[in-house]
Each structure stands twice: as C-alpha cells, then as structure tokens.
C-alpha cells in the first residue's frame, strides 16, 4: 500500500474527508507534482497543519483554511509574505452561532444581510476571527442583556429597548433581534443611574 492510499483509508476510517485534507491533496490542487511544494507554499502563507509527525506519517491541515488561503493566494500571489494564519483565526458559521448564543439560520442571515464578513470555501462557511471580532464590537443580540434589563427572554430585552426608542439592526432580514452595541450599553447606563 503506498501512502496516498494509506492517507485516504485513514481519513475515511474517521470520517475526516471533509474536514481534512492532505499535501497530496493540496498539491494537485494548486497544480504541483509533489507535496513538499504544497507544504511549503502552506508555509509561507502560514498555514500550519493540524496534525502530523509523530503521531501521524503524513501532516493533516484544516481543508477550509487550506482552501481560503489558496483562493486568496491565487488572486492575490504577494500575500506569501504576510504574517502567519493558523486555523485558530478562523471559525465556523456554527462556532459564530454557539459563541453568539443564537440558532444556526441567523450566521447565514448575517452575512446575507452584510453585517458579518465571511468566506465559504466547499462546503464550509468560515469566518476570520477580526471580522468576528470587529462584528462583536460593533453588535449585540438581545439575549446579551436579558440580565442587565432584568427578564428572562431575549423578547423582553427588545421590548424593553423599543421603549428607550432603540430599534433592531435590519429586523426585517434575521431571525432574531440585533442592536448596535452602543445604544444598548448607553440605555443599561442610563437605567443603573
């Protein structure tokens, strides 16, 4: 058996064909004849893989940050010199939603309406952790606050915001309520004076 097939066999035992994806595997992608050259493309856009030597005779890299780097890499080839990415500065649309405290229709309904940046590469919708970051800073769901205004459903907090007259951020396109952090955290101001 030669280590293609031994790579292959393996990512299928576990259910990984997917979620991984191999230097062989990159390689074509990329269109190169040997995975040494794939690696060390993968280097010097800084992608480091998520697994390997020794536990492992091949290395293993994250197939949605492989793909993202190489889609950027080909319109843009200069991006070889900036500074190393790991798969830890991306998430996926589920991890957005769970981090969120929200159900999984509201990541997509983000995007599709703006506010959150985010690239989908196979299958995948991946979302770098600055533009996570920066949406974080600049927005906040409801069920952030149900304490602060003293209710026990996100429905309660939006209510008690419509009062204060702050409305939700294009509540006609998400699922669920979203405001701009800065009139929520200026109305729980104004309540605790």
């Known amino acids: 058996i030669n280590r293609r097939d031994s790579t292959r066999r393996w990512m299928k035992l ?11 595997a990159i390689a074509s992608m990329i269109g190169k004849q040997s995975a040494i050259a794939a690696t060390t493309l993968l ?7 998520v697994a390997g030597p020794p536990q492992l005779r091949f290395q293993l890299f994250d197939r949605p940050v492989v793909e993202h780097a190489i889609s950027e890499w080909k319109r843009d080839p200069s991006i070889e010199k900036r500074p ?3 798969a830890e500065d ?10 969120l405290k929200t159900i999984d229709t509201m990541v997509p309904a983000l995007i599709q309406a703006g506010l959150l940046r985010a690239d989908t590469t196979g299958k995948a919708t991946i979302i770098a952790r600055v533009d996570f970051d920066a949406f974080q800073s600049e927005y906040a ?3 952030e606050f149900m304490d602060a205004f003293g209710v026990g459903h996100a429905k309660g907090v ?3 915001l ?11 396109r998400l ?19």
């Not at 991306?90 to 981090?99: Q, S």
């Not at 979203?178 to 104004?190: D, H, I, Q, S």
């Open 14 to 24: 576990r259910g990984h064909v997917t979620a991984y994806i191999t230097p062989d």
């Open 43 to 49: 280097t010097r856009l800084g992608v480091k893989p």
């Open 84 to 86: 190393s990415r790991d």
């Open 90 to 99: 991306f998430l996926y649309a589920g991890d957005v939603a769970r981090r």
């Open 141 to 143: 769901m409801s069920n």
């Open 158 to 160: 939006t209510k008690a």
């Open 162 to 172: 419509a009062v204060h007259g702050v409305t939700p951020v294009a509540a006609d």
């Open 175 to 193: 699922p669920r309520a979203l405001f701009r952090r800065k009139e929520v955290e200026r109305v729980v101001r104004g309540m605790r004076r």
